[in-house]
Structure formats: C-alpha cells, structure tokens
C-alpha cells in the first residue's frame, strides 16, 4: 500500500510538470484563453461553462477557459473515494453546465483538448443539475423578453420613418410649418428616450446587499441572518423589475470539495427561505451559487478572517430600463 501511495504521488507530480509545458494561454478581452499543444497529454479540472454537441467550454481553476472535445470512445465515470466498490458510469447528456469535471486527454492541432477521461462526483452532479434546472427557465423568460424588445425597436423604426415625413409637411405648409416642426422635435426626442431605454433592459443596478455569515462547518441560517433576510425581502417586494442574486462563500477550514458543496447548501438555505418565508418567485433568483473558499475578503489564515470568509452576499438588482420612465419635455403652451 506504501509503494502504491508512492507511485501515485510520482504520478501526480509527473503531470504537474507536462502540464506547463502543454497548455499556454492566450490573453482574450476579458479571460484568457488555454490553448493545448498538440499531441502533449493534459489534466485539467474545472466547471462546464457551456455544452454543444460533443464540445465543451470548460473554467480551470485559475480562471482561464478551455475548449474540450469528447473523443468518440471518451469514458465518462464517478471520481470516487471508496477503492472496493465499482464507479458510477455516466452519460454524456449529464455533463451540464455548473458541473465541476476532471478531464484527461491529448491537445489536438487547433489548441483543443480531446477528452479521453472525464470523471466528476455524484454530488457535484446533484448541485449542477439543480443550477441547470433553474437557469433554463430564466433563458426562456429572457428569449421572450428579447422578442419584445425587437417589436419595439421595429416601432421605433416605423416612427422614423413617419417623423420624415412630417418634416416634408412641414417644410410645404407655411402656417403649419413651426407646429409640425415642433411635433417633429418631440417624436424624435421620444424615440431617443425609449432607445435608451431598451438599451439599458439588461442593465442592472444594486439596491441594497446584505452579507450574513455562518457557523464553521454549517449552513444553518441564524436569527440574526433570517431577520437580514426578512428586511431584505421586503424591500424587494416594492421594486419593480426586481431579482435576487445569491453568492455564498467557504472559508479555508476543511478540504476544498466540501467546502465546494458546503457554500453550495448555503446559497440553497437563504434561496429556500426567501422563496418559502417570503413568496419571493424562483423566477426572481438568479442562479444561487456556491463558490467555496474562492473569492476571500479577508486572510484566511486568521480566526477572524474565516469566520468572515464563511458568509453569503444577497443583493437586490433593479433593471434601469424598467425604472427609468420615458419622459418627453414639451414646449411651453402646447397643447399637443
């Protein structure tokens, strides 16, 4: 058992050093870019960004994105921590996005990686399939919102269409000319107003965030943290084209995948009591998540620095193009 543990750290330290030398990054506009050395043998772990067909866009741990392929024979099994008990076998179609994968393959001659191997863990599977169940519905709420703001873009050109028109009517009627000009002048300034405001829909801007901590180990919500929730539900109810956005937080007690799914139960925990306490639609919460001991705010190797760190931030966002009415200024004394 000794010169297996031995042989398995060889292994582990064997790929640590190909791995540098295989993978280069490219710096994008915001993210970087991995590209693999063809040919060179890669281990990456990371989250599923997107899936489609047999590609994926896979997040490392440092934050740089990779494009990974699925050979025609890839095997797709359980990372498993009992050695006496056969791994669970997966399907393709399970590898959503959120899920957090272990891949094994070979850089081919774009800079992708051909996965032969991918193994992820029943509950990181769990968590994903819960993130992906959410996000569909917002996509399709989304695509109908896009469709209505296309209708009145298609308005909106129409208008300007018969704002053209009505400076030909003005420049041909002598005393009607200054009354259209000035309706002209108005139409316009609307239409700039409401293309503002379409423009800014998916703009978003903080109300109010509120940031409850927890117990180490726990994911329990204290009374100090429903009575924060309790404040912050009610504010929300009296927004108008509100949602809820969750990010819960790990400190560095314990290993990294518990405290992987521990941040995870704590964003459940504080979705689950504003949606059963409060009414607060799903439809209104943006994908809660769980990011582990990532994106610290204080030192980690402090008792109080981790009593911070174990903590989720709840924020209020408001759509500016739902808030901000469109109001056209008219001249003194018209009557139009």
Do not use: C, W
């Not at 704002?163 to 259209?180: F, I, P, R, Y």
């Not at 000009?181 to 703009?203: C, F, H, M, P, Y």
């Not at 009591?273 to 990011?291: Q, S, T, V």
Request: glycine share 8%; hydrophobic share 35%; charged share 25%.
């Amino acid at each position: 058992m000794k010169k297996l543990s031995m042989l398995s750290a060889l292994v582990v330290v064997s790929i640590a050093l190909v791995v540098p030398v295989a993978a280069q990054q490219t710096a994008g506009s915001n993210t970087n870019k991995t590209q693999v050395t063809s040919g060179a043998k890669m281990k990456v772990k990371g989250t599923i960004l997107k899936k489609e067909n047999q590609t994926l866009t896979l997040r490392d741990q440092t934050g740089s994105e990779l494009t990974v392929r699925l050979a025609s024979n890839a095997k797709i099994e359980e990372k498993k921590g009992n050695p006496f008990r056969g791994g669970h076998k997966y399907a393709e179609a399970q590898l959503v996005r959120g899920l957090f994968v272990e891949v094994e393959g070979r850089g081919d001659s774009s800079g992708d990686l051909i996965a032969d191997k991918i193994k992820l863990a029943d509950d990181d599977l769990r968590v994903a399939q819960t993130i992906d169940s959410t996000v569909v519905p917002i996509e399709n709420r989304i695509g109908v919102a896009e469709d209505r703001v296309t209708k009145t873009e298609q308005n909106a050109e129409r208008l300007s269409g018969q704002l053209d028109e009505l400076s030909q009517v003005a420049n041909l009627a002598k005393g009607g000319a200054a009354a259209a000009q000035e309706t002209a002048d108005v139409a316009v300034e609307g239409v700039n107003k409401t293309n503002d405001r379409i423009s800014s829909l998916d703009d978003y801007e903080v109300r109010k965030t509120e940031t409850i901590n927890f117990k180490i180990g726990s994911a329990v919500l204290s009374p100090e943290a429903k009575a924060m929730l309790d404040g912050l539900a009610t504010q929300a109810k009296s927004e108008r084209g509100f949602v809820i956005e969750v990010r819960a937080f790990a400190s560095s007690d314990g290993s990294e995948n518990m405290n992987r799914s521990l941040s995870q139960h704590r964003a459940q925990n504080v979705m689950r009591y504003l949606a059963e306490k409060h009414d607060i639609p799903l439809r209104r919460i943006i994908l809660p998540f769980g990011y582990g001991e990532a994106q610290p705010i204080a030192d980690n190797t402090t008792r109080d620095g981790r009593k911070q760190n174990r903590r989720a931030e709840v924020s209020i966002l408001v759509s500016k193009g739902i808030t901000s009415p469109v109001n056209v200024n008219r001249p003194v004394g018209s009557n139009r």
